[in-house]
């Protein structure tokens, strides 16, 4: 046995020694002939730039279908942009979304600011004089490619101060589940009236266990500022912030019958979760997807995303999407901060101004629009159009797109917002009356109108 181990180690060692030879000669014809091809991001063609250094970028995390990352469609952009101009490299650092505008704020004080910032539809950043002004980069024909409200969303002052790059909206996202268990029928093609809004909440807000005790609540959501997932409903009986003189107008029947309609739901239909009103947007989100005792609740298209992902991990659902309930202005409407868009800072390098003006370029050709469907988001460039042929319930919210209204242009947006989003919750809570927490709201926002603009 010994002596045939032997034999086996005295045939297997030269074996091994001529493969080593044999490898180490043919192995580089090989890895020559046969290597890999290089990552190729669309097909670019390499140029020489004018200016080459480091840009730096901020931006938000934004959930990536197709890969599930958070900053993937960014990253890819970033590479292939990097590839068509070598010497120039863009430095990312990502933001939180419940800390990111502090850390921009920060920034912004100490004269720290990135070289691209996300500034979305945020007029208090416009109007601080921190942003270059892109009119001069971009001729009356390519400005004409975007969509209206895209443009408009981005112009302060007569300035173009951002490069916008997706829009998105609001809608109903519906438990389908929950519609079904209790024979309630899901709105035919996402249209609904108030009066039928309510009567489905009523229907899906019951006792599961029998023991007298709600399990499931038809509706829930949050409010806090800056966000606008409860204004569809807000809004629906023509209710207007400012009207076209920027005059203060949050403050007549339509505006008192609209916030009406939010209270109703939790203090007089008591169709809501018992935290309507008291819970962040994460904690009204965990209990329509996890919990999965929520029936609708007002969402970005982001969450589509989230909930498709949701269903093929097997952790999901049945869903599907509806409108905002119509009111007496008889269409569905939203408001949204619903343009995405990026912002340059104040540059001192001319040539470099260039590059980063080309790398926004970039992001917004028709190529990288089409490819946005993988963040549930829609194009800002009037070509490409409805990216969602596929997808019923994202095109029926691109549909409706135009229903859509970008927050005031008032450069105290800001304060204003948080004033009326806190107002508005006192409400809910059913610590103020409409007619109490309206008037408390114009008296608090009076000396943030009084402003030159």
Not at 180 to 196: D, F, H, I, M, R
Not at 216 to 222: A, K
Request: include cysteine.
């Amino acid at each position: 046995m010994k002596r045939k181990q032997k034999q086996k180690k005295r045939i297997i060692k030269p074996l091994l020694i001529c493969l080593l030879i044999l490898f180490i000669l043919i192995g580089p014809y090989y890895f020559f002939v046969f290597r890999p091809n290089d990552v190729d991001y669309n097909n670019v063609v390499k140029s020489t730039p004018q200016w080459t250094g480091v840009i730096t970028m901020w931006d938000y995390p934004r959930l990536d279908q197709k890969t599930g990352g958070s900053y993937t469609w960014i990253s890819q952009k970033i590479r292939a942009f990097e590839k068509k101009y070598p010497g120039v490299y863009i430095d990312f650092q990502g933001l939180t979304w419940d800390q990111g505008g502090r850390r921009i704020e920060e920034a912004i004080t100490n004269d720290r600011l990135p070289d691209i910032l996300p500034v979305g539809g945020e007029y208090h950043y416009m109007n601080k004089g921190i942003l270059e002004p892109l009119d001069p980069y971009l001729g009356a024909e390519e400005k004409k490619n975007f969509e209206e409200n895209a443009i408009k969303a981005v112009t302060y002052n007569g300035e173009m101060l951002a490069m916008p790059w997706m829009m998105t909206t609001y809608g109903m996202m519906l438990n389908l589940d929950m519609f079904q268990q209790k024979g309630v029928e899901a709105p035919v093609n996402g249209l609904w009236t108030y009066e039928e809004f309510v009567e489905s909440l009523q229907a899906l807000t019951y006792d599961s266990k029998g023991n007298g005790k709600i399990t499931h609540y038809g509706f829930n959501s949050f409010i806090e500022e800056g966000y606008y997932n409860l204004w569809g409903i807000i809004l629906s009986d023509g209710a207007e912030i400012f009207n076209e003189r920027m005059a203060y107008t949050f403050n007549d029947d339509r505006a008192k019958s609209g916030v009406q309609k939010i209270i109703d739901l939790k203090q007089t239909y008591q169709v809501t979760h018992p935290k309507f009103g008291e819970h962040n947007s994460n904690q009204a989100w965990t209990t329509f997807y996890q919990d999965k005792n929520i029936a609708v609740i007002p969402s970005g298209t982001w969450s589509l995303n989230v909930l498709d992902r949701l269903q093929n991990e097997g952790k999901g659902f049945n869903y599907t999407v509806a409108l905002y309930p119509t009111g007496s202005l008889g269409k569905p409407v939203a408001m949204s901060n619903m343009v995405g868009s990026y912002g340059v800072s104040k540059q001192d390098n001319e040539e470099k101004l260039s590059m980063i003006i080309e790398f926004l370029k970039f992001i917004v050709e028709d190529e990288h629009q089409a490819d946005l469907g993988r963040l549930g988001v829609f194009p800002v460039k009037k070509q490409v159009g409805n990216i969602y042929l596929d997808d019923p319930l994202m095109t029926l919210l691109y549909q409706n797109l135009h229903n859509t209204t970008i927050i005031p242009p008032h450069p105290n947006w800001k304060e204003i917002d948080t004033i009326l989003q806190e107002e508005i919750e006192q409400g809910i809570l059913g610590n103020k009356t409409v007619d109490q927490l309206l008037k408390d709201a114009e008296a608090r926002i009076a000396p943030f109108i009084r402003v030159d603009n």
